[in-house]
């Protein structure tokens, strides 16, 4: 069986070593595709082939979305991916590390599964990506895809 992708929105080096070692120490094997501002993210997502118009790369299983991103911020991410029919069913995990009200009530408006603040401790914000993988990975059932 094919692992499921976990696409990481995350444009920090420092959290993205964090996450890849918060992945390892929690045995979360899946195969982790890193972009590092909003744009790559949406070309990734929404990228198309001209010939086919299909989506050139395979859906993540999961999004764990930045909101502070260079080029397109994680908000307007987000809309765009909900705002397209081939992604709009698609788990997204705002993990950040702002705790303003206004960011946390305007994600999930937005159309966000979960928001989760990156916690300081290193040991925390391993039980917290052990337990998004475990809910989000394992005991979620996924929607269905669109039908054309």
């Known amino acids: 069986m094919k692992s499921k992708i976990i696409l ?4 920090n080096p420092s959290d993205i070593g964090l996450t890849r070692r918060a992945f390892e120490k929690s045995r979360i094997s899946n195969d982790l595709v890193i972009v590092q501002d ?18 050139v790369n395979e859906a993540p299983a999961l999004i764990l979305l930045d909101l502070k991103l260079p080029k397109v911020d994680g908000l ?6 909900r705002a397209d029919e081939r992604t709009r069913r698609q788990p997204v995990v705002i993990l ?22 990156k916690p300081v401790d290193f040991n925390q914000f391993a039980k917290a990506v052990q ?3 475990l809910y989000w990975l394992v005991l979620n059932e996924p929607a269905p895809p669109k039908k054309e």
């Open 76 to 81: 307007e991410v987000l809309s765009q991916i």
């Open 131 to 133: 337990h998004l993988g």
């Open 38 to 55: 909003g744009q790559e993210a949406l070309d990734y997502l929404l990228g198309t082939d001209p010939l086919t118009g299909q989506i």
């Open 96 to 117: 950040t590390t702002s705790s303003e009200e206004e960011d946390i009530a305007r994600s999930y408006d937005m159309g966000a599964n979960s928001y989760i603040r």
């Open 8 to 11: 990481l929105v995350e444009d």
